[in-house]
């Protein structure tokens, strides 16, 4: 039997009166690429903020690589990576200047540092860009160079909130090539959220769907689809079916509408 290298028991947020998050479990496998969906508002953002130890929960436990959450939040940390949905490097300095100084903060041995940019920067195909300042790069490159920097410390999880936002597709198909890659390479747990369902379908292992702070459904993008008991489904058609109808785009507000299209200029 494969090995979970998460685990989510009974998981819930509240602040004040408000659930933002109720009762959620779930498991995700090592090596798994993970696919957590959800309207906006769903609880989402919520139940990753507490699992990379953000946000403290109401109650419930969380494990990821053997490690409580809530008992040992450092090593939880030392055990994920995470990339943002903005942006998350500094366009002022260049590429190499910004994975060493994540490097610094991820604690990455000093004497390793450069071997480690320099291996990151050709598996991403950014070598060539180790001096250019991040703020002349590519959507998709920046991307990728946010990767890389999560990946600096190796760990065996990680964490991408929207990572292809504002990206043509192109873009999110590149930066999809190298995730997959790192799968392969290193054995990453890819746990990520996405309003992109074609996405989400095709690269991922298991799909869970959020709604109103609950789990609605998890399983397979096939298992899902089929639930809905309409032929030729696809996962848009699932994900209107356990969230009670309605399209992502209609579900969006004004806050989550102007900080995408911030994204998308920054992201060019």
Wanted: charged share 25%; proline share 4%.
């Amino acid at each position: 039997m494969e090995e979970n290298i998460i685990s989510v028991e009974n998981l819930t947020k509240k602040f004040g009166d408000f659930t933002a998050v109720e009762n959620v479990s779930f498991d995700v496998k090592k090596g798994e690429i993970f696919a957590f969906l959800g309207p906006n508002g769903a609880g989402k953002s919520t139940t990753i903020k507490m699992l990379i130890t953000l946000l403290e929960p109401t109650s419930g436990k969380a494990v990821i690589d053997n490690f409580n959450f809530t008992e040992n939040p450092a090593e939880v940390r030392k055990s994920i990576g995470y990339v943002p949905q903005m942006i998350s490097v500094d366009g002022t300095l260049t590429a190499y200047e910004n994975m060493m100084l994540m490097a610094s903060l991820y604690d990455v041995p000093r004497k390793e540092r450069r071997q480690r940019i320099l291996e990151i920067l050709h598996f991403l195909k950014l070598e060539k860009f180790s001096d250019t300042l991040v703020r002349n790069f590519s959507g998709g490159m920046i991307r990728k160079l946010e990767i890389g920097q999560a990946m600096l410390h190796h760990p065996p999880v990680l964490f991408l909130d929207e990572p292809t936002t504002g990206l043509d597709p192109i873009g999110r198909q590149d930066v999809w090539k190298h995730l997959l890659e790192l799968r392969d390479k290193f054995g990453t747990t890819i746990f990520f959220t996405t309003h992109y369902m074609e996405e989400a379908e095709e690269v991922s292992d298991q799909v869970a769907i959020m709604n109103l702070g609950e789990l609605a459904i998890i399983g397979t993008a096939a298992e899902l689809k089929s639930k809905t008991n309409k032929p030729n489904a696809t996962l848009d058609d699932a994900f209107i079916f356990f969230t009670g109808g309605g399209s992502l785009q209609e579900r969006s507000n004004f806050r989550d509408i102007r900080r995408a299209r911030t994204n998308e200029r920054k992201l060019g």
